[in-house]
C-alpha cells in the first residue's frame, strides 16, 4: 500500500519521496518516545510494586530503556514500502538496515537481561551474606554466543542473504574458530566444572602459591578469577589453570566454625625429670591440675604396692618405682586448660602430644581448633594461650629451647670465670 500525499500530489516525484521518508522518520521518532514514555512510566511504576526476582529482572530500567529502542526500526520496517516513489533499491537497502538496527537492539535488550540477571543473583548474594555461586562466567559466554550470532544475522541481513549461507561457510572454518576461541573454550570448560562440583565460589579463601594468590575470591568471570590477596592486592588467575593445578579452598574450614591451631612447644630435654612429693603438693594448689594429680598419685601407690610385692627388697630402688614426670604432668595441664579455655572448640578434635625428640628439644604439639574463623580472634586467642603456657613452663621445672644468644654466652663466660678464679684462691 502506497501512502497518498494529497499537499503534495503536484509535485516532482522525488520531493514526495523525500516528504515520505521524513514523515516515516517522524513518526519512528514518535513512536520511540511513546514506548519510552510507557515502558518506563508505567511497566516501571509496576516494577517498584511488585516484589519478584524475576519481576526485577525483567522490568530492570536498562532493559526497558533498550526495549524501547527497538520500536524505531519497526515502525521503517513497516512503513518503508508505503513511501510513494521510492526506487525499488533505496526500498530494499533502507528495510535491510532496519532489519540489521532491529536485530541489534534485541540483541542489547537480551545481553541488558543478562546483566539485570547477573545483578540480582549477586545482590541476593551480598544481603545473604555468604559464598554464593557465580554466574558470571556463564553471562559471559551467553553474550560472546547473542554477539557471534547477532552478528551473523545482522551481515545476513546487510547483504540480503540467509543467515544460513554464513553459518555453511562457518563450518570450513571450524578449525580457525577452535583457535581463536581455545582459551574460551578451556575456561568455559573450566567454569562449567568449578561450578558443577562447587569447588569455588565468591567469597571464598584460596590459596595457590605457585601463581602468589591468598586471599579472598572477589570475581569469577569467563576468562579469569580475580583473588584479592591479604595485602590489598589483586591476583588475577585463569580459570582453567583452577582445573589443571591445585589449590587450597578454605570454605570449609569457615562452614565447620572453628579454626586449626597446630603449634609446636619444643622443651629443654634437659629439664625433664621426675617429681618429688614437695612438688606434687605445691602443684595440687593449681585447681585444674589437682584431679589429675589425685588421680594418678591414687594409679601410682597401687602400681607400686604390687611392685613392691612382686621385687620384694628391689622395689625400694627409684629406678623400679612408678613415678610423675613434670613433662607428664604439664602435658596433662595443657590439656586441662584448653578444655577449659572459652575460646576453644569443644565439639572438634583437642589433643597434647609429646613427639619425638630432636636435636632441638623435645616437641609437645598442641592440635586444637578455635571456636571462631575471624582471623584477628583467631590470632588473639592462639597468642593468648601460649603465652601463658611460656609463662607458666617454670612452674613444672620445664625450660623452652632455644639456641644460644649473645646472653647466655655471657653468662657462661662469666660463670666459667667466676669458677676459675674461685679455684686460684682455694689454691
Known amino acids: 500500500m502506497t501512502m497518498t500525499l494529497p499537499f503534495l500530489a503536484g509535485h516532482e516525484p522525488w520531493i514526495q519521496a523525500l516528504a515520505g521518508l521524513a514523515l ?48 524505531p526500526s519497526l515502525v521503517v520496517q513497516l512503513t518503508v514500502g508505503a513511501i510513494p516513489h521510492l526506487p ?31 545483578e540480582e543473583h549477586e ?16 553471562v559471559q559466554l551467553a553474550k560472546l554466543a547473542l554477539v557471534m550470532l547477532g552478528g551473523i544475522v545482522i551481515v545476513a541481513a ?32 573450566a567454569g562449567l566444572q568449578l561450578a558443577s562440583n562447587d569447588m569455588l565460589r565468591v567469597g571464598d579463601w584460596i590459596e595457590m602459591p605457585q601463581l602468589g594468590a591468598d586471599g579472598d575470591v572477589i570475581d569469577i568471570a569467563l576468562h579469569t578469577v580475580k583473588v584479592q590477596n591479604w595485602d590489598k ?78 621385687l620384694g627388697e628391689l622395689a625400694v630402688a627409684p629406678a623400679n618405682r612408678r613415678r610423675l614426670t613434670n613433662l607428664g604432668t604439664f602435658r596433662a595441664y595443657v590439656d586441662a586448660y584448653l578444655r577449659k579455655h572459652p575460646g576453644i572448640h569443644k565439639e572438634m578434635t583437642l589433643m597434647v602430644r ?8 623435645v616437641p609437645m604439639e598442641i592440635y586444637c581448633f578455635t571456636g571462631t574463623t575471624a582471623w584477628v580472634q ?21 625450660r623452652l629451647y632455644q639456641n644460644p644468644t649473645g646472653h647466655d654466652i655471657d653468662q657462661g663466660l662469666a660463670t666459667r670465670l667466676a669458677r676459675d678464679q674461685a679455684g686460684t684462691r682455694s689454691a
Do not use: C
Request: without cysteine; positive net charge; charged residues 25%.
Open 123 to 138: 545482590g541476593r548474594g551480598r544481603s545473604e551474606k555468604a559464598p554464593t555461586r557465580s554466574i558470571k562466567s556463564h
Open 233 to 310: 592486592t589483586i591476583t588475577t588467575i585463569p580459570t582453567w589453570r583452577l582445573m589443571s593445578e591445585s589449590f587450597r579452598n578454605w570454605r570449609g574450614m569457615s562452614e565447620a566454625g572453628g579454626r586449626r591451631i597446630k603449634r609446636t612447644l619444643r622443651l629443654d630435654a634437659g629439664s625433664v625429670r621426675f617429681l618429688d612429693e614437695d612438688e606434687i603438693a605445691r602443684l595440687k594448689r593449681i585447681a585444674l591440675l589437682r584431679p589429675y594429680l589425685e588421680r594418678k598419685e591414687q594409679d601410682v601407690r597401687e602400681a607400686n604396692e604390687t611392685l613392691a610385692t612382686r
Open 354 to 361: 609429646a613427639m619425638e625428640p630432636s636435636s632441638e628439644g
Open 24 to 71: 516515516m522518520s517522524l513518526l519512528a521518532m514518535s513512536a520511540r518516545w511513546l514506548a519510552h514514555w510507557l515502558l518506563q512510566r508505567s511497566l516501571r511504576r509496576s516494577a517498584d510494586t511488585l516484589q519478584g526476582r524475576w519481576s526485577r529482572v525483567f522490568l530492570h530500567r536498562t532493559v526497558l530503556g533498550r526495549l524501547a529502542r527497538v520500536t
Open 158 to 189: 546487510l547483504i540480503d542473504r540467509s543467515p544460513l549461507i554464513l553459518l555453511s561457510g562457518l563450518g570450513a572454518m571450524s578449525a580457525v574458530l577452535m583457535l581463536v576461541f581455545k582459551d574460551t573454550l578451556l575456561s568455559f570448560t
Open 378 to 398: 583467631y590470632e588473639g586467642i592462639q597468642s593468648d594461650i601460649f603465652d601463658h603456657l611460656l609463662a607458666i613452663l617454670p612452674e613444672f621445672g620445664l
Open 88 to 118: 525499488d533499491t533505496a526500498n530494499a537497502v533502507i528495510r535491510n538496515v532496519a532489519v540489521a538496527l532491529t536485530v541489534l537492539h534485541l540483541v542489547r535488550v537480551l545481553m541488558a537481561l543478562l546483566d539485570a540477571l547477573h
